[in-house]
Structures are given as structure tokens and as C-alpha cells.
């Protein structure tokens, strides 16, 4: 991947390789993963992109609520 417009930051940059591999699993679950070619998805459309990097976003949500559903008791309050 092109490293000269790469302006975003890892807060964990022992993250990195783990990122990479899901952004690519991602790309595979929207339906784009055989258009890239190594690490170059210049030939890939914004559009399809986008479809990546919200796919991603919903995943990490979806992990992160569920650790939390795992992390607090569940209670029910009556009225």
C-alpha cells in the first residue's frame, strides 16, 4: 500500500498487522476482495472503499457491544 498519503495513525501500533488482515477480511465479506491486487486498491471505487471501512466500523461496534454485554450483569427493573 502507498505510505505517501497515509496520514492516519494507530493508537496501537502493534495493531497494524491485525488491521490490515481485517480490512482485507472485510473487503472479502462486501464482495471486492478479488479486485485487489496486493496492496494496491488504486483500481478500487471510492464507493467500494467506503463499503470496506463502514463494514469494518459495524464489526469493531458489534465487538465492542458485545464485550460490554459480557461485561455488565444483565438486570430488569419492574414497575
Given at each position: ?76 427493573t419492574l414497575q
Open positions: 500500500m502507498g505510505q505517501g498519503q497515509k496520514r492516519n495513525k494507530l493508537l496501537v501500533p502493534e495493531a497494524n498487522q491485525a488491521m490490515y488482515q481485517f480490512k482485507y477480511e472485510m473487503a472479502n465479506e462486501v464482495g471486492i476482495g478479488n479486485q485487489i491486487q496486493g496492496d494496491y486498491w488504486g483500481n478500487i471505487s471510492s464507493r467500494d472503499c467506503g463499503a470496506v471501512g463502514g463494514a469494518m466500523t459495524r464489526r469493531m461496534i458489534q465487538q465492542y457491544q458485545q464485550n460490554l454485554a459480557q461485561q455488565q450483569p444483565q438486570t430488569t
